[in-house]
């Protein structure tokens, strides 16, 4: 039920290259009506685009510059006649089949000449920014008899630097297959937005597909979100976006496999930490200290991820840091330096005092996680759940006093304490102190911390004061969870 061709249309340099295809519920009829609906559409989006793919749940088109399928000798439809297909109504069959692929001819043969003409020289020249391969998801079709299509579009308008090539629309079935559907011993873990689960594409390749929760607070605008923000990002310590899927009551994204999976299964397991020694843990600390300054001050867009955890840095096979989670990050355009919400979204604990009491988020709000994160690794301690009889609900507070008393040593997790640089150790808990004071401005860039983190020879600040705010703030927690902001954990 699908046809491709290719021609040299006009007077352009190189081949054009077309698919249609019908499903199979569908008759001639319906084929011919659900794909004129589509090629309608083309006039509104497709102007000046290198391709495009227009899907439905029951037919679809392409179009691109390259040749994006595989050679065949076998016209569609033309599969050897069965044992079963010699009488009246094999015939009949036949006769359908060759009616429907004539029309798939036509419709291709419509789709090239389109597609030439929308990519002609005056359109290159003008449109050319607007980049390659654009997607698009229909609800449903006129002629299609599918079942409900929940699908929502998510519209992407990329540039030639993007790699727009490898992200993909997965449909349903083939993560579900690569899942075994979903299975528990195929569950990596559970994040606050739902599962994830490993699979293994019929290629051998290895994914993680995180499966948002239909009682997820992570609904369709943060899915559209995370999609287009990790699909303009390449960095090496951030995680790869290979593609999604929304088909059905699924909204799926599937990612690079990370073998060693997230940081907090590394760092808060009393065997598994053990494998965390200083060179691993001083590497993981710069490698995820780059990630967020390439999102604050060197990728194409200005992004505060607003969840910066454990739970969301994951670990390549050499345990290479890489920050995952882009589901609650906002995007700052010109010199905007701060934001409000009043939809508090993150984990407590690493929230910064003014983003979780007033709603103010900034770069610097991420700074206080990174500084959180770095007190929990340096530590092997765990700031959320953190319990000390002289220091109450916080790691910070507890940290704050060995340190300023002269005992930071204590502090440094007993699995490397005998096999690290002390002075520098406490270098980089003094850098973490820095990271978390209250007020805001005190904090340092990411791009001053990586610099302080990588030479002796910078003077540290004092820290303006223990971290009061954030010790207070999670004993209100402790004490009237329900009066609090909602967050996700």
């Known amino acids: 039920m699908f046809q491709t061709n290719e021609m040299v249309v006009g007077n352009g340099p190189g081949r054009r290259y077309g698919l249609v295809q019908c499903s199979r519920d569908l008759d001639v009829g ?22 495009w793919r227009i899907l439905t749940p029951s037919c679809c088109i392409r179009y691109e510059m390259y040749s994006f399928y595989e050679q065949t000798s076998n016209l569609p439809g033309s599969a050897p006649e ?3 297909g010699v009488g009246k109504g094999g015939k009949s069959t036949r006769k359908n089949t060759i009616i429907i692929a004539s029309s798939l001819a036509g419709f291709l043969a419509s789709v090239l000449v389109a597609g030439f003409s929308y990519y002609s020289p005056l359109v290159r020249k003008r449109r050319q920014k607007e980049g390659t391969s654009q997607e698009i998801l229909i609800r449903s079709s006129q002629g299609s008899k599918a079942a409900h299509w929940t699908g929502e579009s998510i519209h992407l308008h990329p540039s030639d630097e993007d790699h727009s090539g490898d992200l993909h629309h997965f449909n349903l079935a083939t993560i579900q297959a690569a899942t075994n559907n979903f299975s528990r011993e195929n569950k990596l873990g559970e994040g606050g937005f739902g599962p994830v689960y490993k699979g293994e594409m ?52 599937v990612y690079e496999y990370m073998a060693n999976t997230i940081l907090d299964a590394f760092l808060f397991d009393s065997e598994k930490c053990k494998v965390l020694d200083w060179e691993k843990r001083s590497n993981i600390i710069t490698g995820t200290a780059r990630g967020l300054q390439y999102l604050h001050e060197d990728s194409r867009l200005k992004i505060i991820h607003r969840d910066l955890k454990a739970n969301n840095v994951l670990l390549d096979d050499d345990m290479n840091p890489k920050i995952s989670d882009f589901g609650t990050a906002r995007t700052f355009g010109g010199n905007q330096m701060e934001a409000n919400t009043e939809r508090v979204v993150g984990t407590y604990g690493y929230m910064a005092p003014e983003y979780a009491l007033e709603g103010l988020f900034s770069n610097k709000s991420d700074v206080y996680s990174f500084g959180v994160l770095m007190l929990e690794i340096l530590s092997g301690k765990k700031n959320r759940g953190f319990y000390h009889q002289d220091c109450g609900q916080s790691l910070l507070t507890y940290a704050w006093l060995l340190w300023n008393e002269g005992k930071g040593q204590e502090l440094i997790d007993p699995n490397i304490a005998g096999n690290c640089p002390i002075q520098e150790v406490l270098r980089w808990i003094h850098i973490a102190f820095l990271c978390v004071q209250d007020d805001p401005a005190l904090r340092p860039t990411m791009s001053s911390a990586i610099l302080m983190l990588g030479s002796k020879s910078v003077n540290l600040p004092q820290p303006s004061t223990s971290p009061y705010s954030a010790a207070r703030f999670l004993q209100m927690i402790n004490l009237h969870p329900l009066n609090l902001p909602t967050s996700e954990i």
Do not use: M, W
Not at 38 to 46: A, F, G, K, M, R
Not at 219 to 244: D, M, T
């Open 202 to 253: 019929p290629n051998g390749k290895e994914i993680a597909v995180k499966r948002l929760s239909i009682n997820s607070k992570q609904g369709l605008e943060e899915f559209k979100n995370e999609v287009k923000l990790i699909f303009k990002l390449q960095h090496k310590n951030l995680v790869r976006l290979l593609g999604y899927c929304l088909e059905e009551d699924e909204k799926l994204l």
């Open 30 to 51: 319906g084929c011919s009506t659900c794909l004129r609906e589509l090629l309608n559409q083309t006039e509104d989006c497709c102007i000046g685009r290198r391709g």
């Open 82 to 84: 069965n044992e079963g």
